[in-house]
């Protein structure tokens, strides 16, 4: 029994599965990554070539270099996944990339890399697997968002239009590809316990994301809490799986009530 074998033999609701996750050595992939393989899907985790993503290979999951910014390297992975793991069944989009700043100071840069890795980024990833669910007729497909991209947040605006156009790209692409048996939908965070949030609101991350901040027009969080990636990573692994086989073109928000039931 091969390796790839012996993975598919366990035991979990997506047994079976090829699941490709993008963004997988960062503070929400990482912990998404290890979910599906926990639950017995073979895992192929894609992200920059570094220790970080060499961390993440351990048993279940496999490390795939490639930068989303690249078609060719997308294609690439894509290609080599399925050539040694089986046909993806399952993709999750979870590369991102933040610029904080006022529209007016942002630079040219700050919005083209925002939306290279954001947006474009989860395009280029859905379309080279896309082809092959729908031929098959199944296969699942969750992009990270964020309720940025439907609540206004102040020095925001690269990030919260990047997340707000992958939420909208992914209904349309759900759209298109439902009469083939592919699942298309969007789990939205709010302020969740990763580097990103630490680096971006610094030491009171936890006081002013929880209590509020009300000169920056921006509620607290209603179950007083900051979320923790395995929050999100659960909300991913339920709608991959069959639990959620009638489930598409949805943005579910994982934030604690923040973006108050919108």
């Not at 083209?112 to 859905?126: I, K």
């Not at 489930?247 to 919108?262: E, K, S």
Request: some cysteine.
């Amino acid at each position: 029994m091969t390796r790839a074998d012996a993975r598919r033999a366990r035991s979990g609701r997506l047994r079976g599965e090829v699941a490709m996750v993008t963004g997988a050595a960062g503070g929400i992939g990482s912990v998404v990554a290890r979910s599906l393989a926990d639950q017995g899907a073979c895992v192929a985790a894609v992200d920059l070539p570094g220790a970080r993503l060499a961390a993440v290979a351990v048993d279940g999951v496999d490390a795939y270099p490639a930068d989303v910014r690249s078609t060719a390297e997308v294609v690439a992975a894509v290609a080599q996944i399925e050539r040694e793991r089986g046909h993806i069944g399952i993709l999750v989009n979870t590369a991102g990339i933040l610029r904080s700043g006022s529209v007016a100071h942002l630079s040219d840069d700050d919005w083209s890399d925002v939306f290279e890795v954001n947006l474009h980024g989860v395009v280029r990833c859905c379309r080279a697997v896309a082809v092959g669910m729908a031929a098959r007729g199944r296969g699942a497909i969750v992009t990270i968002g964020s309720n940025a991209g439907g609540v206004p947040r102040m020095n925001l605006a690269a990030y919260a239009a990047s997340k707000a156009a992958a939420a909208h790209f992914m209904r349309c692409l759900g759209l298109e590809l439902a009469g083939q048996g592919v699942r298309c939908n969007v789990v939205s965070p709010g302020s969740t316990d990763t580097g990103m949030l630490r680096e971006l609101m610094g030491a009171a991350a936890t006081r002013d994301v929880v209590a509020g901040v009300p000169d920056q027009f921006r509620v607290g969080i209603p179950l007083r809490r900051i979320a923790e990636p395995a929050d999100v990573a659960a909300a991913v692994s339920f709608l991959v799986s069959d639990a959620a086989r009638h489930i598409t073109l949805q943005d579910l928000y994982v934030d604690g009530g923040a973006g108050l039931g919108r």
